[in-house]
Nanobody, 120 residues
Framework: QVQLVESGGGLVQTGGSLRLSCAAS????????MGWFRQAPGKERELVAD????????YYADSVKGRFTISRDNAKNTVYLQMNSLKPEDTAVYYC?????????????WGQGTQVTVSL
């Protein structure tokens, strides 16, 4: 059974940094897309960033380009999200996700989420 466990969230001031980690288990993840979504109160869940299985193709939402960096370590079955220059509008629950099918950029498995709060 696929399990995704996020960590690294917390409270940070505007302009600060956080690094989220997602440890995956239940299968080998080196052939699957992985990504991070977020959901703020009263808003829909949105894709923040994702990464292909080799790590050489990434996507970022316009709102985080130049501030966030996604990476993965397939040997550790872990994906990371480095978040710099954080803004209050980045406040949300951040969810790790991975695909069910190899090479397909569609997300089926989700972690429980980690709260990120950016204060003024």
């Amino acid at each position: 059974q696929v399990q995704l466990v996020e960590s690294g969230g917390g409270l940070v001031q505007t302009g600060g940094s956080l690094r989220l980690s997602c440890a995956a288990s239940g299968r080998t993840f080196s052939s699957y897309y992985m990504g991070w979504f977020r959901q703020a109160p009263g808003k829909e869940r949105e894709l923040v960033a994702d990464i292909n299985w080799t790590g050489d193709s990434t996507y970022y939402a316009d709102s985080v380009k130049g501030r966030f960096t996604i990476s993965r370590d397939n040997a550790k079955n872990t994906v990371y999200l480095q978040m710099n220059s954080l803004k209050p509008e980045d406040t949300a629950v951040y969810y790790c996700t991975t695909a069910r099918l190899r090479g397909v950029r569609a997300y089926d498995y989700w972690g429980q989420g980690t709260q990120v709060t950016v204060s003024l």
